[in-house]
C-alpha cells in the first residue's frame, strides 16, 4: 500500500472519477467505477484515488495474511481469462467472489448494469476478453496509449482486430479526448435507456 501510495498517476486521474460521476448525475446516469486488475489489490488499494474512495469494487489479485501481517498464501488470483466474471458480477449486482449467485439467470430488463451501459477501459492485453465481451454486449471498449510517448502500435492493432470501439491517450483532464468520449457516451447512455425502458414496457403490456 506504501508503494501504490507513490505511485505516479496519469495526468487528470485525480479528479477523473467525481467528475465524471458528477456529469453523469446531471445527465440522469449513475456512474460507478470498478477496477479489474490483474496487479495487486494491497497496491491499488494503497492509490490515493483509492483511498478517496473513487471505486466501488476493487477486483485484483490478493493475498491472505496472518496476524503479524505477513502474505501467507494467495487468496485472489486474477489473470486475463478470468477477469470476464467480474464483469458478470457487476452486470447482476452479485459482487462478492464468493457468491454463486453470478450463474443464476436474470431476465433482461433485471440486470442491475446492462452490458451496452459499460464503458471499458484498458491499455493491455489482458484486458481483451473483457473488450471483446463488452463490444459484443453493446457497450464501449476504449483502448488507451500513454500521452507521452505517442505509441498507438498497440491501440490500433486492438481496433484493426475489433477488440475496442475507440482509442484515445490516458490524459484524463478536463476537455481531453478520452473526457469528451466518455462524456458522449454517458448523452448517449440516457438516451438509449429511456428507449430500452419503452421497450420493456410496451413488450409486459404485449404480453399481459
Known amino acids: 500500500m506504501d508503494y501504490g501510495s507513490r505511485v505516479e498517476l496519469y495526468p487528470g486521474v485525480e479528479e477523473w472519477f467525481e467528475r465524471i460521476r458528477r456529469y453523469?448525475?446531471?445527465?440522469?446516469?449513475?456512474?460507478?467505477?470498478?477496477?479489474i486488475s490483474s496487479?495487486?489489490?494491497?497496491?491499488?488499494?494503497g492509490t490515493s484515488v483509492a483511498k478517496a474512495g473513487a471505486f466501488e469494487k476493487i477486483y485484483a489479485c490478493s493475498f491472505l495474511y496472518n496476524d503479524r501481517g505477513e502474505?501467507?498464501?494467495?487468496?485472489?488470483?486474477?489473470?486475463?481469462?478470468?477477469?470476464?466474471?467480474?464483469?458478470?458480477?457487476?452486470?447482476?449486482?452479485?459482487?462478492?467472489?464468493?457468491?454463486p449467485g453470478v450463474n443464476d439467470y436474470f431476465p433482461p430488463d433485471q440486470m442491475r448494469v446492462p452490458f451496452r451501459n459499460m464503458v471499458y477501459i484498458g491499455d493491455s492485453d489482458t484486458d481483451i476478453p473483457c473488450m471483446k465481451l463488452v463490444n459484443s454486449y453493446g457497450g464501449h471498449s476504449i483502448g488507451v496509449y500513454d500521452p507521452v510517448k505517442q505509441d498507438k502500435t498497440k491501440v490500433h492493432r486492438m481496433m484493426r482486430e475489433n477488440r475496442i470501439r475507440f482509442f484515445a491517450a490516458a490524459d484524463y483532464r478536463e476537455d481531453s479526448d478520452i473526457d469528451r468520449l466518455v462524456k458522449d457516451i454517458i448523452d448517449r447512455t440516457a438516451v438509449n435507456e429511456r428507449l430500452e425502458q419503452r421497450h420493456f414496457d410496451d413488450m409486459k403490456m404485449a404480453n399481459d
Not at 496487479?39 to 488499494?45: D, S, V
Open 24 to 35: 453523469g448525475e446531471k445527465a440522469g446516469v449513475i456512474i460507478e467505477h470498478y477496477i
Open 71 to 99: 502474505a501467507v498464501w494467495p487468496s485472489q488470483m486474477v489473470n486475463y481469462t478470468n477477469k470476464t466474471q467480474f464483469l458478470f458480477r457487476i452486470s447482476k449486482g452479485v459482487l462478492d467472489v464468493n457468491d
Open 39 to 45: 496487479g495487486l489489490k494491497e497496491m491499488i488499494e
